[in-house]
């Protein structure tokens, strides 16, 4: 059963910082990954999606790795914003992409 | 494109009360996905629709639950006989497979959230 997790559970970090989170899978044989961004009492915003057979993703000011076979990705946000303050989870599919399987996430504080 | 919705936002009902809600996808999405979120967690998967067909049903979908896409547009999904422990965020997500693409990007509504007291 693929099982994910992510470190740190929560982060607080000055304003202009850039910061790593981390997610970690157990089922190395994923068909995508991708993280979302989820602001207090809302649903998810999809913000990188990785292919399987690509090794990472960039839009603005995010980046995302995966390293497949150790079962891990990495979301890097540069120059962090306030507006950055949101819960970010990382999900993996397996078997062609049917289901999510989603990570706790990470609790992201930019303090101005 | 007005984005996935869903309908009610927020339920309040007492304990052995049935509830339904409701989720509209995005018009030319074929794929309709359930998730239920607990305080803290990342959402977890119930079922899936692809057009009409329920083709996936995760053990956590009791036979209290239960969910239906008739026309391959909106769903509901119903709870019957609501405990306390149903307490959560349910959220509805779609997203478009066709021809040679597998990969998806699935876009998820505001959510659902109940209180069963």
């Known amino acids: 059963k693929q099982e994910v997790t992510q470190i740190p559970a929560a982060l607080s970090v000055p304003e202009g910082e850039n910061l790593v989170l981390n997610c970690s899978f157990t089922?190395?044989?994923?068909?995508?990954l991708q993280w979302f961004r989820q602001d207090p009492g809302k649903g998810l915003t999809s913000l990188l999606l990785?292919?399987?057979?690509?090794r990472e993703q960039t839009s603005g000011r995010l980046n995302a790795s995966l390293d497949k076979s150790s079962g891990r990705s990495t979301l890097y946000i540069a120059a962090s914003q306030p507006g950055d303050s949101a819960t970010y989870l990382c999900?993996?599919?397996?078997?062609?992409?049917?289901?999510?399987?989603f990570g706790p996430g990470t609790r992201l504080s930019v303090l101005p | 494109d007005t984005g996935v919705s869903q309908d009610p936002r927020h339920k309040i009902t007492k304990r052995g009360q049935n509830v339904t809600f409701r989720c509209d996808p995005i018009?030319?999405?074929?794929?309709l996905y359930w998730y239920r979120q607990t305080l803290g967690q990342g959402p977890e998967f119930l079922t899936y629709?692809?057009?009409?067909?329920?083709?996936?049903k995760s053990r956590l979908l009791s036979d209290r639950f239960s969910a239906e896409r008739p026309k391959g547009s909106f769903s509901t999904l119903e709870i019957q006989r609501t405990e306390q422990g149903d307490s959560a965020m349910y959220l509805c997500?779609?997203?478009?497979?066709?021809?040679?693409?597998?990969?998806?990007?699935?876009?998820f509504g505001p959510g659902t959230r109940l209180l069963v007291l």
């Open positions: 990785i292919q399987s057979s690509q």
């Open positions: 999900a993996v599919t397996n078997n062609y992409g049917q289901n999510f399987v």
């Open positions: 997500a779609s997203s478009f497979v066709g021809g040679r693409l597998v990969q998806e990007t699935q876009y």
């Open positions: 018009s030319e999405h074929n794929r």
């Open positions: 629709f692809q057009n009409e067909a329920q083709l996936e």
């Open positions: 089922d190395s044989a994923i068909y995508n």
